[in-house]
């Protein structure tokens, strides 16, 4: 947990610094390497002190190209879905995460099992501050800084509730061009 705070934190410092215009360098992302990777990272927290398991699936296409964005962002993204997908499943169950390549984006959906959103509040879900965890601790800041940084990127992000039961977050993220081709960074 701790490692994914502080992944949170440089998160967190990366946003102030794109708000205050200093811009944050975007670079070619493997879309399925950071979501195994944020799944990897959050599965302490995804079935311990008697919590029911959740179970993570992954439908990953093979082959997908690289996307346009920040590697440890978006990993902070998919780890906000994945506990907002716990939160919502108390008694356990199963999130799915699937990802394709759609034209120039590569389509993410992250669905849970729980019991989705009411409809007046799905128009607010990204706004933040918006939160129906106030009790338990929650800030409301998970979804809106996803927001954040998936637009940042040029990519966009919506939820909607899925007929089955549940919610479904999409993300579109654009495939990278060749052109756009960077050395990679180096992080501090
Ligand atoms: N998978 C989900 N199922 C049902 N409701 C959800 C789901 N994800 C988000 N929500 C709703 O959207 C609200 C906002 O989510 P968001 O992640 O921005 O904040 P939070 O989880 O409340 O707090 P924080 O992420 O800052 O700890 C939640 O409080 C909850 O009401
Ligand atoms: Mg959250």
Known sequence: MSAAIDAMRGTIERLQRFAGGGGVRLTRVDVPAVIKSAVELIAPALGVDGRPAIDVELALAERLPPVVGHAADLQNVFINLLLNARDAMPDGGTV???????????????????????????????????????????????????????????????????????????LELPVARKSAQRPPRRRS
């Open 96 to 170: 799915t995460i699937a990802a394709r390549r759609s034209r120039d984006h590569v389509v993410v959906s992250v669905c849970d099992q729980g019991g989705g959103v009411a409809p007046e509040h799905l128009p607010r879900l990204f706004d933040p501050f918006f939160t129906t965890k106030a009790a338990a601790g929650g800030a409301g800041l998970g979804l809106s800084l996803a927001y954040g940084l998936v637009r940042a990127a040029d990519g966009d992000i919506r939820a909607a509730n899925r007929a089955g039961g549940g919610l479904e977050i999409t």
